[in-house]
């Protein structure tokens, strides 16, 4: 099936220049896997035990988007980024001229890439893989019925969503400027905006939304949320709502971002984290250079919403 989507759909690459094309997967332990599989999967996720780790797919897409493992309590242990494979080489050759320490893979994880930690000491790999960020900008739902049609479906007949593809994560940092510097210069991310030094988003070069990763100021590393594309506003809410009815109805939202335009409701995960419905973000096609902002906080963290919990940017993995 990808083979054949290749065929018919060139990949777009910026000629010339080096940077990761995709977030290709996140790890993270969780204390209670079981937990986190009734989470995951009534949030419209595909769960799948494979290799003693429990891997999310969404339903009907061959991508492995991440893993969840065991472990003593809730941390980010690894992101690993796809990069096309004749690039590897260049990668490697500007590992050591940026003289970035080299680190073994961390026990568990299969690789094919280079490993190394970002300046939070979270461990990094630059891994050959498909191209898992889009190439064009997601299509977006608006159905409406004509005139003497009734366009919502009852309460009890209506869908579970299923997400199509992970958008995106948000991760913590100390130093927003650091990160900025170092997934620019080693992984050829661009800045696509930013609120001073609180908050950054950035974007791969060769295609993809406004953001694959996003990183937000707090004492230490962590994940704050994984975000997840859908088709409609009208998706977020039944996710919202399916959400508050298996006891999961604390988040955030309904609402639309300022950076990155998406409509957005978080749920709360069981670890004061979030997963986010998230539809219609902006897309930054290979051959646009897109102007970085840097934006006051106040008018740049949703257009409209709700007021957001006072911890929603709380790093839960340094103060649990
Ligand atoms: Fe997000």
Request: charged share 25%; net charge negative; hydrophobic share 35%.
């Amino acid at each position: 099936m990808t083979q054949i989507r290749h065929l018919t759909q060139p990949v777009p690459r910026r000629p010339g220049e080096l940077g990761v094309h995709s977030l290709d997967r996140f790890n993270f332990s969780v204390p209670d896997v079981e937990e986190a599989r009734k989470f995951y999967a009534n949030f419209g996720l595909d769960l799948r035990e494979e290799n003693g780790a429990l891997n999310i797919y969404t339903h009907g897409h061959p991508h492995r988007w991440g893993s969840v493992v065991e472990g003593p309590r809730k941390k980010l242990q690894y992101i690993s980024f796809g990069a096309f494979e004749d690039d590897l080489p260049r990668f490697r050759e500007r590992l050591e001229a940026l003289r970035v320490e080299r680190i073994d893979a961390p026990p568990g994880a299969e690789s094919n890439g280079l490993w190394f930690r970002d300046p939070d000491g979270t461990p990094i790999e630059i891994r050959v893989a498909e191209k898992s960020s889009p190439n064009e900008k997601s299509s977006v739902e608006s159905i409406s019925s004509p005139g003497g049609v009734a366009g919502a479906p009852s309460r009890s007949k209506a869908p579970i969503v299923q997400p199509r593809r992970l958008a995106h994560i948000l991760v913590f940092t100390r130093d927003i400027p650091n990160a900025i510097k170092f997934y620019s210069e080693v992984l050829g991310l661009r800045l696509s905006d930013r609120s001073g030094d609180m908050i950054a988003f950035m974007h791969g070069i060769h295609g993809s939304d406004h953001h694959v990763i996003a990183f937000v100021k707090a004492d230490g590393p962590g994940l704050h949320h994984l975000s997840w594309d859908v088709r409609s506003i009208h998706e977020i809410g039944l996710g919202a709502m399916h959400m508050a009815d298996k006891g999961f109805s604390r988040g955030w939202g309904l609402g639309r971002h300022v950076l990155g335009s998406n409509y957005f409701h978080y749920v709360r995960d069981p670890w004061g984290s979030y997963c986010e419905y998230s539809s219609d973000v902006d897309y930054i096609p290979v051959d646009h250079d897109w102007q970085a902002g840097d934006h006051p906080p106040e008018d740049s963290f949703y257009v409209w919403g709700p007021t957001p919990p006072q911890d929603f940017a709380f790093n839960y993995e340094v103060k649990p």
